[in-house]
């Protein structure tokens, strides 16, 4: 997980293939997949979130704000006892209002 700055949209650019080329050779897949900065000129896909146990159960998605230039991203993960792990890399506002719902349901 992290703010690699690394677009994955731009899929005709050698760097960007080796580094998603090494990191699924080591067993991980990003979750993000959608754009997580988008301005009037561009859309780039530069905040990820990768998982390496595609049998568990996960739900990924962006939190849209205005609270930076780069959109919040999520997975929440149901480890193999049923708890719930939230993973971001934005700990921005909405995050923390989405960590309170999650722990009222």
Known sequence: MGDMNIDLKCGDHSKTNEYLDTVISHGYLPVITKPTRI??????????????????THHSGIIITDV???FGTFSLLTMKNNIIKLLSSKPDHSLKQTSKYL???
């Not at 009037?40 to 390496?52: E, G, P, V």
């Open 103 to 105: 722990k009222k349901t």
């Open 68 to 70: 930076a230039d780069h």
């Open 39 to 56: 301005c009037s000129s561009s859309a780039t896909l530069i905040d990820h979130i990768y998982i390496n146990d595609i049998s568990s």
